[in-house]
């Protein structure tokens, strides 16, 4: 099978292990049937995620142009505590802006490289978690809009990490420490506007990833500077895929590039 299409994140299943699928714009591709086989990758141009055009990627799937312009990458979107939804106050466009915003989301504990805390829109879960290579999550609340999310991340991260280290994350096999012991050791510092919010029982979950080999080194692939390449493919975690030289290809990372894929 040879096609070319744009990259897009990959959708998952939360079977046991997870199931990926590539979208491919004319068909899918489960990407676990084709653990074993060599696959090729060739970057043949850039088609950008919000206006379709062939400028380089700049960052997040989008040209230039559109992330200095898209509501979807305005500075809410990393930095949760700065929506203004809420206050009918406008970024760059209010309606695009209140339909995420204004929407319940969680506040998480989850195991990727180690114990982080996060922010997720209810919507997206338990995608959310398996898009970070999580083995596990632990929801502390649910909140109604992102604004009270992200002012409780923000809270909660002077004492804890909120960043994965994506080399760890891809080399570990088990996870270490207790996500309801450090629920329990965070919750006096949860701001007090949002504590009611607190769940009486966290909702936890836990994932497994089609893995066949762990990689012991790791090389990161950028097709912007290699522009093509070969290998059989070991494993799925995250948004990576693993080859069977220790080679990593962040899926997600790759968005609004164009490829052909031989398989």
Not at 69 to 87: M, N, R
Not at 231 to 237: A, D, N, R
């Amino acid at each position: 099978m040879k096609i070319e299409f744009p990259l897009i994140k990959m959708d998952v299943e939360a079977l046991e292990p997870v199931r990926y699928y590539l979208d491919m714009d004319t068909e899918f591709l489960i990407v676990n049937e084709a653990l074993g086989r060599k696959i090729k990758l060739r970057h043949t141009g850039y088609e950008c995620k919000i206006c379709g055009s062939d400028e380089p990627v700049y960052r997040m799937g989008m040209c230039k142009k559109c992330f200095f312009e898209s509501p979807y990458a305005g500075d809410w979107i990393v930095h949760p505590e700065l929506s203004k939804a809420h206050l009918e106050e406008e970024d760059r466009d209010l309606e695009v802006e209140k339909a995420v915003q204004l929407q319940p989301h969680y506040v998480y504990l989850a195991h990727t490289s180690g114990i982080k805390v996060g922010v997720t829109r209810r919507e997206q879960v338990p995608n959310r978690w398996i898009d970070q290579g999580a083995c596990e999550a632990l929801v502390l609340m649910e909140v109604p809009n992102r604004y009270l999310a992200g002012i409780t991340e923000v809270a909660l991260k002077q004492h804890i990490a909120d960043k994965t280290d994506w080399r760890r994350m891809l080399k570990s096999d088990s996870c270490e420490g207790d996500l309801r012991d450090t629920a329990r050791l965070l919750e006096p510092y949860v701001p007090e506007e949002t504590r009611p919010y607190l769940l009486k029982e966290p909702l936890y979950f836990r994932f497994t990833y089609p893995v066949n080999r762990i990689p012991s080194k790791i090389k990161s692939l950028k097709l912007a500077q290699t522009g093509a390449y070969e290998g059989v493919l070991t494993g799925m975690k995250g948004q990576y895929w693993i080859f069977e030289d220790g080679t990593v290809f962040n899926v997600r990372n790759h968005e609004g590039f164009r490829v052909e894929l031989t398989l």
